[in-house]
């Protein structure tokens, strides 16, 4: 299970929902997250906060890139330990309750440095030439995520590798999801220039009413490197100590695989594509399948 993603951009992207991996990894994964236990579900609710704090910088329309900067380095300084727990604000909160639960696995502060690069990388960048370029900037947001996530859920090491997978696969459909109120809001686009050139289509495309038949056809290769990625993540699953955990990847696997089917066969420009309450059943089936096999 990861709790990878972005907040909607907004005046105030505070995105309590999806917190990247807080509120809400039960927006994002409602059916899974039933089976984590407390812990754990309080761990990622951390990791989330963190996240959250980071997007709310990053993808702040209003703020200007040298305010991005000092925001970004005052959760910098709380990561290396320079700020007291004394009148901090929920940001700042947010990195030193993230330190704290590292500190108390025995883990350093690299991951969310990781995390915290990206989010000043997307203070200034707004294109990404190819997929090469996506994957890194996902190297350094989602795999530390997927990282994390899997450590706090006892995951023993065999599939760290597996979890980076499965938090960059679920990246890239958020960043698919994401990407009109990311152009509209941002102008920034995550999405490969390449795509959309061997589409014959354009990147202001996102801005329209509907998707193109080019447009979609760049919505359908996202979800399908994304689908790899997941499949590929899948490996981690195994690793988990006891059969709940087992089952919550399963089913998050199993609501991925929904989500990117409506991704390919909605319209994302109208608005967020989530499996409907149709697909639970089935959802629900597959990940207690999975789990139990392991």
């Avoid at 350093?108 to 707004?126: E, N, Y």
Wanted: proline share 7%; net charge positive.
């Amino acid at each position: 299970m990861s709790p990878a993603a972005s907040p909607k951009p907004g005046p105030a992207p505070s995105r309590s929902g999806r917190e990247a991996g807080g509120a809400d990894q039960r927006a994002l994964f409602p059916l899974a997250c039933r089976w984590l236990p407390p812990e754990v579900a309080d761990n990622y609710r951390i990791l989330g906060a963190y996240a959250a704090a980071l997007r709310a910088v990053a993808d702040h329309p209003a703020l200007e890139p040298a305010r991005k900067e000092e925001r970004l380095k005052a959760l910098a300084g709380v990561l290396q330990g320079q700020s007291a727990a004394e009148g901090i604000d929920a940001g700042l909160r947010a990195a030193l309750n993230l330190r704290h639960l590292l500190e108390s696995r025995g883990l350093d502060v690299q991951d969310p440095w990781q995390m915290l690069q990206a989010a000043g990388l997307d203070a200034t960048k707004s294109r990404y030439p190819d997929w090469s370029d996506l994957l890194a900037w996902c190297r350094y947001w989602a795999a530390p995520v997927g990282r994390m996530a899997y450590r706090f859920a006892g995951g023993g090491g065999a599939g760290l590798e597996a979890a980076e997978s499965f938090a960059v696969g679920a990246e890239i459909l958020y960043l698919v999801e994401q990407a009109p109120a990311h152009q509209r809001w941002l102008g920034r686009v995550y999405l490969p220039e390449r795509w959309f050139r061997d589409a014959e289509c354009d990147p202001a495309e996102l801005s329209a009413a509907r998707s193109s038949p080019g447009l979609k056809r760049v919505i359908a290769r996202a979800a399908g490197e994304a689908l790899r990625l997941v499949e590929h993540g899948s490996a981690a699953r195994g690793d988990f100590p006891g059969r709940r955990l087992r089952i919550a990847a399963a089913t998050a696997e199993a609501e991925v695989r929904a989500w990117a089917r409506c991704l390919v066969r909605g319209d994302s420009l109208a608005g967020p594509l989530r499996p409907g309450t149709g697909a639970g059943f089935a959802i629900r089936i597959a990940g207690l399948a999975r789990g139990f096999l392991g």
